[in-house]
């Protein structure tokens, strides 16, 4: 099965939930992250086109607002709109400021996709807090985004039939075949990457954990929250990566549209239940069939018979960000 599992995100088969599966998404509001290129920006392009109206949250005002007019031009019978918001999952503030600048526009968020990322870093990436790049990016950053957007999260759920509002972390097939044990050691988290790809595989692990705590945590809210791996894709991902590696693997990668499809299940299925919060998403809009044995009883607790890992983590990460978090 673990070989079965490993296969079947490599070569998916056909994407059966797509745009067309999406009923209209008028009066809806969502935020995704990184939506100015890639998977994000195709997913923005689906959600306008549905009648929503989305949040680009990027670095680059300048490129969201080229990726804004290539939307706009789309031709589309009940058009959206797209905003930009300015954000940089490896400057703190900039997330404080962020979801301060969405909290005067809008009373409500019906998803939330933390889906921006980056490729393996160089040795000795930093954050501008200092972090390893990494987690601080992949982790640190949507952890503190998606605390300081709960006000709007809970109001919409409040009003929204069950199941519907969601936030949606992103990791990646990595993390089953090169994650540490456990998948993280916490007592790295903090030193500078010396193996780029363990240590990326261990934050999409920790992106992971957060999806698991943030599910316990907010059920109650009727906030659903699932973690996805989008898919072995084709994009500026791979602009740092050795041309060779990236030739050989070009029969593994899929367009980024295919990506937005399992983030559009993730985000919107209405097959997605109440019951399935805290799940992995496998592409194009699947449930994991075999999840890691070590990296489940992490996100355990002792009493449950499990190592209590992903609740450490979270612990940490919000030990890191809690200054911001502050008014």
Known sequence: MAFYAFRTQLWPSSPEYTEENVPSQANKVFIVTGGNAGVGLELVKILYLKGARVYMASRSETKALDAIKEIQALPAATP??????????ADLAT??????????Q?????VLWNNAGISPVPVGGKTAQGHELSIGTTCLGPSLFTKLLLPQLRQAAATSPKASVRVVFTSSRLVD????????VLSKCSEPSKDPIRVYAASKAGAWFLGSIFAQKLKSDGIMSVTQNPGNLRGNMWEDVNKALVW???PLLHPPKFGAYTGLWAGLSQDVM?????????PWGRWHPKLRQDILDSMKSRSQGGTGLAEEFWKWCDDQTRVYLSD
């Open 95 to 104: 997330v404080k400021s962020a979801a301060e600048q969405f909290g005067r």
């Open 248 to 250: 050989a693997l070009s």
């Open 106 to 110: 809008e009373s409500k968020l019906h």
């Open 177 to 184: 075949s090169n994650a540490p044990q456990g998948g993280l």
């Open 274 to 282: 109440m019951e399935d919060t805290g799940r992995y998403v496998i």
């Open 80 to 89: 959206g709109e797209v905003k930009y918001l300015h954000l940089d999952l």
